[in-house]
């Protein structure tokens, strides 16, 4: 769980969730081109391929090949999970 936390912690993998939000399913090219013209970074490719594989590893983003291209979906399980972890059971249930 903390490596969610602190993919989360970066502002910059924060953004790329919230362009897979936008918009699942795209390659490196379009999300760096998306970050650049929504966010105004200016992020090389290599910074934001890194950034993916810590979202990669943590669970965030799942990762789908066809042909040459690589395309990067968001995964919500362990956003869940930490939801889960701290839910509150509601008094008018009982």
Do not use: N
Request: aromatic content about 6%; overall charge negative.
């Amino acid at each position: 769980m903390g490596d969610v936390f602190k993919a989360l912690a970066d502002p910059t993998r924060r953004a790329i969730l919230d362009e897979l939000t936008d918009r699942d399913g795209q390659t490196l090219f379009e999300l760096c081109s998306r970050l650049a013209t929504k966010h105004g970074m200016g992020s090389t490719r290599q910074a934001i391929s890194q950034h993916i594989d810590v979202l990669e590893s943590a669970g965030l983003v799942r990762t789908r090949r066809e042909g040459r291209y690589k395309f990067h979906h968001l995964d919500t399980a362990p956003l869940q999970q930490i939801a889960d972890r701290w839910s509150v059971p509601d008094p008018e249930d009982d």
